[in-house]
């Protein structure tokens, strides 16, 4: 048994302090109780518990848009196309753009480049809440992200990956 899922924004801050980060905000006890988790299991085993760290919404958009969706303000790269830049051992220029945003930005970016949902998607949007969203910064999700995204990912490669990466963590 691995236990209920962790709200999203309980999911966040295992992964923020699995990659070394401590998400603002958060009373010590609840510090402490992540800490125990990630003490005694490793981010592999417990990945089902961290599904609700976001919504996930697969769509198609024309290809000469994809640079553009990934250099959009207010948006963390992540998946296997940037697995890479996240230092995980992993290249995939082809894979969907794969990007963390809140609702608002999501919205806005469906409209402009005219997203449409997919069953062969090239872009997946992971729709977080605006509180965690101002957790997170750089260019690129915070590895333990972009390898669980990984471990979700269709591909084999990135899901062997992914557990190799997070079954160290």
Not at 36 to 43: A, E, N, Q
Not at 58 to 82: F, K, N, Q, W, Y
Not at 141 to 161: K, Y
């Amino acid at each position: 048994m691995v236990g209920r899922p962790f709200s999203s924004r309980r999911a966040w801050a295992l992964i923020l302090l699995a990659s070394g980060s401590v998400p603002p905000g958060l009373d010590r006890v609840t510090l402490s109780k992540l800490r125990h988790v990630l003490r005694g299991k490793d981010l592999w085993s417990i990945r089902p518990r961290l599904a609700s760290r976001a919504k996930h919404r697969e769509l198609r958009a024309h290809s000469s848009d994809l640079p553009r969706l990934e250099a959009e303000a207010g948006v963390l790269r992540t998946g296997a196309r940037s697995a890479a830049a996240a230092g995980l051992g992993l290249v995939a220029p082809d894979a969907p753009v794969e990007l963390y945003l809140d609702a608002s930005t999501a919205e806005r970016l469906v409209v402009r480049y005219r997203l449409r949902p997919s069953d062969r998607p090239n872009v997946v949007l992971h729709v977080v809440s605006a509180d965690v969203r101002s957790w997170l910064s750089g260019p690129v999700a915070p590895w333990p992200a972009v390898a669980l995204d990984l471990a979700d990912s269709r591909d084999p490669r990135s899901q062997g990956v992914a557990r190799e990466l997070l079954s160290r963590a």
